[in-house]
């Protein structure tokens, strides 16, 4: 089997067994949705695309708390599931819709959102700037698109770093500096671009995921891990994999932060 093949089984495996989780994350936790939400200026009756939405946390969230309509996508089909269960669970499945898509291929018409977001989803396209010209291509004149996104501090990263970065996020992870996400935007032709980059601290992190989660959620989380672990020779693998890595470096926060990159299609 050939190092493509290899990489390509791992990505798979990567969003499968989160998707079978019904776990998934991005820096920053609620916190930098609500960040987001209020540079993006989204308002009761706002209509939002969220791209690479997971199990669906941030469409629910956002339908929830700040009454919009959402629509979310994923190329992985298990993750679209798991977005419908929570949706049915938190009430809220006639004001989201959830959809399988490619970010680089995005299945709607020009100008049909007022927002367009992603939380750790343009890391992961080998071509970001045709992902965040789709991005444009779909809002409106006048709305915005925003990032969270995974971003180098300091380059060039050690391998330990880049090895945390790939276990953590995902093998095909390839974070960019800010400068680079900012030039996606321009040449997307988004203007009046800003741009907040933060260290990653993984105690906050891990705090994070408990608030959008909540307890219940991660012990339900948890529960599925276990019984995937225990029927999965892959999944076994792959968590040895991952704990081969060792733990988290100590210098991770001098080279990886995130940063929201927020831009207005005019």
Request: one cysteine or more; glycine letters at 8%; charged letters at 30%.
């Amino acid at each position: 089997m050939t190092q493509k093949s290899d990489q390509t089984e791992t990505e798979q495996h990567f969003f499968d067994f989160a998707a079978e989780a019904g776990l998934t994350k991005h820096f920053g936790g609620l916190e930098a949705t609500d960040e987001l939400v209020e540079l993006c200026r989204i308002r009761i009756g706002s209509y939002v695309l969220d791209v690479g939405c997971g199990v669906g946390q941030t469409p629910c969230y956002l339908a929830k708390r700040y009454g919009c309509r959402v629509v979310g996508v994923d190329i992985n089909e298990g993750m679209i599931e798991r977005s419908r269960e929570t949706a049915n669970r938190e009430g809220v499945a006639e004001m989201t819709e959830f959809r399988v898509a490619d970010a680089q291929d995005l299945p709607f018409t020009d100008e049909t959102f007022d927002t367009v977001i992603t939380e750790s989803v343009t890391v992961f396209p080998e071509d970001k700037l045709r992902a965040v010209r789709e991005y444009a291509r779909v809002t409106r004149p006048g709305g915005y698109v925003g990032l969270n996104e995974a971003t180098w501090l300091k380059t060039p990263p050690p391998p330990e770093i880049i090895a945390w970065a790939s276990q953590d996020l995902g093998a095909c992870v390839k974070p960019l500096t800010p400068d680079e996400w900012v030039d996606l935007l321009k040449e997307a032709g988004l203007t009046g671009i800003v741009v907040n980059v933060r260290e990653v601290r993984p105690r906050r992190e891990a705090k994070g995921l408990v608030r959008r989660y909540s307890y219940l959620g991660m012990l339900r989380s948890l529960f599925r891990a276990v019984s995937l672990y225990i029927r999965s020779p892959a999944y076994r693998r792959f968590v040895k994999d991952v704990q081969k890595e060792g733990i988290t470096p100590k210098n991770l926060e001098e080279y990886l932060g995130y940063g929201l990159f927020v831009g207005r299609k005019e």
